[in-house]
């Protein structure tokens, strides 16, 4: 099997976290210092904009006319475009995927804006076809044509499908979850993996079986991301406690008031930059894989290689994978995953 990275996301996830909160730390430290220096910088009506291909999107600075010098620039322009006029920045798609805005001006950090780019309308070509014919049906000539060719030997055969396979019962959804325990965080972020330890966190991947013999494996970022945003909220002073510990700083009575305050922002932030990093491909473990039972084992099989995965007395079954199969850069160790519905 190829290998993939089933915890880069998540840990990628985990570390901007430590940053985010360990900056937050540091502006309370300062008592609010800051924010001072940030009502002196560009300020924007967004940080971040999606965008269909060939249409526009528009941010607008606030405090354009406090400004001098201000420019905008696209890291890459195959993605996107943009333009400025006055303090009304226009941004427009050009190809599907991701890139980022700067926003400069003289005497102020730098800003940006994370753009994504959505693809436009996939079905283009689909008038060409019918044009003359209502959809979804065929006229008598097609019906003609479609007899001709089961009486023509040399007309082209139609492909020859996957091979049918013995699914059983066995189709259906299935959910395996993976706990991560203080070795995990240890193994996974060194000292920092401390700021984690007892957080009681999963993995939750999920195995769809579908009836005519394909699988996918998917890993269900989402429900990670919000539940360790929940475990935040409920725990977030603690957190943070070993976050500046971590840092070498201690908490006072006025920092943890100041931290208070941030809050709500900090957390609602975590979640945006989710939403707008992760797309639902990233999920995506395995695909094109194909299923079967044989005895008491479910065979999954993919690039040609197959894998007995034992069934229980329950209906679920075992899938593991070696450390060298799952990336070398965040591999701890061997994974064993019991799926059940």
Known sequence: MKKRNLWAKPLAFMLAAVMAFSAGCAGAGDGGKDDKDDEDGIELSTSKVTVEVDDEAEVEIENYDDLKKVSVEVEDEDIAEVDIDDEVITITGVEEGKTTVTVSAKGCDDVEISVKVKGGNGGKDDGDDDDDKPSGKKDDDDKKDDDDKKDDPTSTPTPTPEPEVSTGDMSGTYKAEYYLNDDFWTAAMGEEGEIFSGSYLSMFFVMDLKSDGSATLTADYAQFVDDFCTWLDENYLYFMEKVMAAEGQEMTPDMQ?????????????????????????????????????????LLLTYDGETRECPIDSFGGFTMSFKESELGSDWAFGDLDLYFEK
Request: charged residues 35%; negative net charge.
């Open 257 to 297: 008031d100041q931290l208070l305050g941030m809050k709500d922002t900090m957390l609602e932030t975590m979640r945006e930059s989710f939403e707008e990093e992760f797309d639902e491909s990233d999920s995506q473990i395995l695909s094109g894989l194909y299923w079967d039972v044989d005895g008491d084992n």
